[in-house]
């Protein structure tokens, strides 16, 4: 069962690997353009009132608008019967109860055995971090009215097949597109906002953090059963998405314009529903000045969402800083980032795993330490390295959220799985 405390964060670091050059990319083209046009729009969601802060180049005063830069999560949650253990569609009941605690920070889902619960924009990743405890707390305890538990893992642990469908436009567009493929796609995630208002800047942020998904996926992975069976993955989750021929990682794309381009056209060909909202696991928001991260598994510990966020904002930053020096990001093969994703999405925190800036199969502590490497100076300035070193601590001793879920299914069956995310109000 998840405590909904704090978690105290290890006080001890992990040393992270002397500074390395940039490492050789045998396939990639990391040639740069120097046409992004110049833009300063303040759209309030970046606090700039901490003046005694880190000192930040003029090129970010001027384009991120502060620092540091806020950070948001939205947390996909199931809701399930207490006394069966399956999930169960009662968004409709929970969320009337909700809504009035909670306001606009908790929705509905696609399906209507799902809710989602939403941070606001943070400086801090510890206040973010508090935000995630309390909107956890609050909606189990109106959940708890219903006689509903809330869960924090990815796919269903039991359920039947499939489940209702939420009334939003875009939920009935999907299913009409996609058809049958949509029953299995109850799946819930983590979604992590930086803001980040130049729309340019950000497209090719993404190009950069492309490379990284698939160390995301596996770092978050928690989604080993589906419907009463171990699929023997560790993010069955990611399995499911990329099923559908418009998700995974995006493209690599020269500019926002684009970009847009590619999105047009795959909507034009029916892969995709929406071009102005594509499903990728990354992508420049239309209506808010931030990137969208979306590629990971909802975490079972608020703590590692909270750490997730930091590593996705360190992430962010760090590439910014890339695009300014003119490096538009690597030009990675399609092919060798969906292999990447392959070992993420079976093996999970374990063993080998392809690093695609390399192309070499590397265990789980040597990426996680060039991911620090790569961050590190980052997540200083931000504060946030004691909390990542803590993270990657839990992960090198317990693994990730498919490794607990396994071990309580040892321990006492499917039932014991679901009781031990049971999150308390």
Known sequence: MITTAHTAESASRLTP?????????????????DDAPERTRDHGLVDDSNKAGPRRRPAERARHGGWPPTVGVEEELFLVDSASGAVVAAAPQVLGRAAPVLGDLVAGEFTKAQVE???PPCTRVEELHAHLVRLRQALAACAAQEGVWV??????????????????????????????LMDDFAICALHVHVALPDCDMAVRVSNHLRAWLPLLVEMTA????????????????????????????????ESFEDYRRTAQALTAVGTMPFADLPFWDIRPHPHLP????????????????????????????TSARLVESGDHGPRLRGELL???????????????????????????????????????????????LPRVTAFLERLAAGGSG??????????????????????SP
């Open 17 to 33: 690997p002397q500074r390395k050059s940039t490492l050789p990319l045998p396939w990639a083209d990391r040639r740069g353009s």
């Open 117 to 119: 619960i939403r941070t």
């Open 151 to 180: 869960c924090p893992f990815a796919t269903p642990v039991i359920a039947r097949s499939p489940l209702p469908v939420g009334g939003h436009p875009r939920y009935r567009a999907s299913v009409e597109l996609y058809r049958s």
């Open 222 to 253: 928690n989604s080993p059963f589906h419907q009463g069976r171990d699929t023997k993955f560790a993010s069955w989750r990611s399995v499911i998405r990329l099923s559908l021929p418009s998700l995974g990682p995006p493209p690599y794309a």
């Open 290 to 317: 931030t990137l969208e991260v979306r590629c990971t598994d909802v975490p079972a510990d608020p703590a590692d969402s909270a750490a997730a966020a930091a590593i996705i904002r360190a992430l962010v930053v």
């Open 338 to 384: 969906r292999g990447a994703y392959w070992y993420s999405t079976r093996d999970g925190w374990s063993g080998q795993g392809l690093d695609a800036l390399s192309g070499a199969m590397l265990p789980a502590p040597e990426r996680g330490h060039r991911l620090v490497d790569h961050i590190g100076d980052v997540l200083e300035e931000l504060g946030d």
């Open 402 to 423: 498919a490794h607990r879920q396994r071990a309580a299914y040892r321990a006492g069956g499917l039932s014991r799985v679901v009781a031990d995310l049971k999150i």
